[in-house]
């Protein structure tokens, strides 16, 4: 008897071993049927060439069709043609699969239909805080009761949107609703992030907590808005995510974890280093600086955003925090790239190419070479000053009105200089002046191509040819009475006022009345 319980024994061994050998090579096979087929070609190559013979090939073969048969879960071994052709056979397989997935929805859009027609009309006498309470209730049971990763993230955001309908329909007077719901679910969302250990709960309730801060982003259509709702919150704003960068750091360099380790340490490393390097963006801007900072300040945030791209860029690598590294050597380049937009001279196109070359090519070059050396303080003596004569210059790289100008027929029949402000230019055809400080005599090219200023020129040129032609006459009064008939003209012309018709009128021929009989004695001279 205990010769057969050792028998019994011994094959039980045998067994177990046989099954383990087998279960080793069924698992150094591959987990594919694409590799399976390819393992199966060269078993079928190596008998062809007579390496391995017959049956030694036809057991390999049999245990890749053995071995396909499990992958893809049929009960029945495969034959050879279907092992072979699987991967036609596949994407049939796909293709009804996509059809049934079709039909599955063809389904649930009538189901919802019929719903809609016979079922809705039941669930809008409802009260609404009806709706209200069971909305939270399933958010609540989502979040709290349920571990489901994916079922959580969707708890959040129904309570979200039962929230947003609460305050529209209790509290859309109250002018800081919208502060108070981020609030509530920044607690709420850290009581369900601890509680779950979830993640994806911490970065909506690290959201949550930047919103209430004043950070904001925005998707209309065809548009994303970054940003803040109001100046004055920026500099909270920035410090505070500060303030959460290093807690999310130091969550992550210590080596024990803890409850606020595995949902919060890269919802504050990636959000505070995004919302920070925004408002540093913003407050280091030009626009922003000039608004509502001193020289001083302005350039006290240049250092500190400078200070702050170089920090991520090597505290990053060394610290092991990819968030802070992507991050913020992101933002220092945008950093850089609007301190060169500021800079550059934005004046024509040749201006903004040569300044990516670091060369600074000036517009109307011969003109300015002529100002200098034929300025006045330059032909001084020598006694003369050398701080003014690079005053002078200074305003002469700025742009300013160059008498040269009117030697050019083109400028000369209606350009002249705007004397309170020498950067400007006075069109008299429009009665307009217009800056030449940025282009020079490119701003006097692109005030001529206006449509406004072709139908002034047109006019203008019209009435110079009326009271040159109309002036030639034999009478002082048939004169006087052409120069009126022109007058008439230009105001009714232009639109002006009859007031203003008669006091110009009466100006201007004053004036002419006293060039015509400036050099002749008349006795009895016409009268107003």
Not at 66 to 79: C, Q, R, Y
Not at 510 to 526: A, D, L, Q, S
């Amino acid at each position: 008897m205990t010769n057969f319980n050792w028998i019994i024994i011994l094959i039980s061994i045998l067994c177990i071993l046989t099954i383990a050998v087998s279960d080793n090579n069924v698992n150094l096979l591959p987990k594919s049927i694409h590799e399976l087929k390819q393992y199966y070609d060269v078993i079928k190559n190596l008998e062809k060439r007579g390496i391995l013979n017959n049956e030694i090939a036809a057991n390999e073969k049999q245990l890749y069709i053995e071995h396909a048969s499990k992958l893809v879960g049929s009960k029945e071994l495969l034959t050879e043609e279907e092992f072979i052709t699987w991967k036609q056979r596949e994407l049939i397989v796909s293709f009804s699969n996509i059809i049934a997935i079709l039909a599955g929805i063809t389904v649930i859009i009538a189901l919802t239909v019929l719903i809609g027609i016979y079922i809705l009309p039941i669930l809008v006498h409802i009260p609404a805080i009806y709706w209200e309470i069971f909305f939270y209730i399933i958010s609540i049971s989502l979040m709290i009761l349920n571990h489901n990763s994916w079922l959580i993230f969707f708890g959040c955001l129904t309570f979200l949107a039962t929230l947003s309908f609460t305050i529209k329909l209790h509290f859309s007077r109250d002018r800081h609703a919208v502060l108070k719901a981020c609030w509530i679910c920044f607690f709420v969302w850290t009581i369900v992030a601890i509680y779950q250990q979830h993640r994806e709960a911490g970065y909506l309730a690290v959201m949550a907590l930047e919103a209430s801060l004043g950070f904001i982003i925005f998707v209309g259509e065809l548009i994303i808005v970054i940003g803040f709702h109001n100046e004055k919150v920026i500099p909270s704003a920035t410090i505070a995510s500060f303030i959460l960068i290093l807690i999310g750091s130091i969550l992550h360099i210590q080596q024990r974890s803890n409850i606020l380790t595995i949902p919060f340490t890269r919802p504050l490393l990636f959000l505070g280093t995004f919302v920070y390097f925004i408002g540093l963006l913003i407050l280091s801007s030009s626009l922003y600086t000039k608004q509502n900072a001193g020289k001083l300040a302005a350039l006290l945030l240049q250092i500190i955003a400078f200070c702050s791209g170089l920090a991520t860029m090597f505290f990053g690598p060394m610290l092991e925090i990819p968030f802070i590294q992507a991050i913020g050597g992101t933002m220092f380049v945008i950093w850089l790239l609007e301190k060169y937009v500021e800079i550059a001279p934005w004046k024509n196109t040749i201006a903004v190419a040569s300044s990516l070359l670091d060369i600074e090519i000036a517009n109307d070059e011969t003109d300015r070479e002529h100002l200098i050396t034929t300025s006045p303080i330059l032909k001084s003596n020598e006694n003369k000053n050398i701080e003014d004569i690079l005053g002078a210059y200074q305003k002469i790289k700025k742009g300013m009105f160059n008498s040269q100008w009117l030697l050019n027929p083109q400028f000369a029949s209606f350009l002249q200089q705007y004397k309170p402000d020498s950067a400007k230019v006075l069109c008299i055809a429009s009665n307009k002046h217009f800056s030449v400080c940025d282009g020079r005599k490119n701003d006097i090219d692109r005030h001529i191509k206006l449509k406004r200023y072709n139908n002034n020129i047109k006019s203008f040129g019209i009435d110079r040819q009326l009271i040159t032609s109309t002036m030639k006459s034999n009478t002082k009064v048939e004169e006087t009475a052409a120069a009126e008939g022109t007058f008439v003209y230009h105001g009714v012309k232009h639109s002006h006022s009859h007031s203003f018709q008669q006091y110009f009128m009466f100006c201007n021929f004053v004036k002419i009345k006293t060039e015509c009989y400036r050099y002749e004695k008349v006795e009895n001279p016409h009268k107003c």
